[in-house]
């Protein structure tokens, strides 16, 4: 079955580090994988997406993602982290050949930005 | 465009009320989804749909939750008799029909049971 791992459920940065968040997906071939930002008391909001075009993939708000597939690992960064990042972050997959765009989520990274 | 829309945003009812959580996918999306998030369980698919037909119920947790798509523009998701149990944020989010396009969700109703 396809799954999804976040390492790390949270992560603490100073404003302006370097912010990665780890995604570790399992399945038997590269299959379409998203970002999704949460924000207190919203819903999810899409972030990036990889859908085969290319292995870098930016996103909004300077969030870029890399897709390994060696790694099996689809890792999101932003250079230099900003207190309004401070939200959780989800990775889902959408496995290739599942139909019906159904996603698979992690359990999520809660990110914490201090001054 | 209007994003998806969820009402209400906030309910607070006692046990074994009845709730309905509605919700209006976005214009010409063919799936819409329902979600449940809790702290211990995180995000659980509840059921999905596609061009208004129910495709996979199995993450309804008990028969006391039911969900319908009347039409293309409105949902809903009922719980009866409501427990405390089933306090959480519901969420819908609904997609495009092409393989690989993003779910879109709405901003979630914050249901608890008292």
């Known amino acids: 079955a396809q799954s999804v791992t976040q390492l790390g459920s949270h992560v603490s940065v100073s404003e302006g580090a370097l912010v990665l968040l780890r995604c570790n997906y399992s399945s038997s071939v590269p299959p379409y994988l998203f970002w999704y930002v949460q924000y207190p008391n919203q819903g999810l909001q899409l972030l990036l997406k990889y859908t085969s075009a290319a292995t870098l993939v930016k996103g909004i708000n300077g969030f870029e993602a890399e897709f390994k597939k060696s790694e099996t690992s689809f890792h999101l960064t932003k250079p230099s982290a900003h207190m309004s990042d401070a939200a959780e972050y989800f990775c889902?997959?959408?496995?290739f050949g599942g139909g019906y765009n159904k996603l698979i989520f992690g359990a999520g990274t809660r990110l914490a930005v201090h001054p | 465009d209007a994003g998806v829309i969820q009402s209400p945003r906030h309910e607070v009812t006692e046990m074994g009320q009845e709730v309905t959580l509605r919700c209006k996918p976005i214009s010409g999306h063919d799936y819409l989804f329902w979600y449940r998030q809790t702290m211990m369980r995180g995000l659980e698919l509840l059921i999905y749909f596609n061009n208004n037909v129910p495709i996979d119920d199995s993450g309804m947790p008990e028969d006391r939750f039911s969900a319908k798509m009347p039409n293309a523009s409105f949902s809903t998701l009922k719980i009866q008799p409501s427990e405390p149990r089933d306090s959480a944020v519901y969420f819908c989010?609904?997609?495009?029909?092409?393989?690989?396009?993003?779910?879109?969700f709405g901003d979630g109703t914050r249901l608890s049971i008292l």
């Open positions: 889902a997959v959408s496995p």
């Open positions: 989010a609904s997609s495009l029909r092409q393989v690989g396009q993003p779910q879109h």
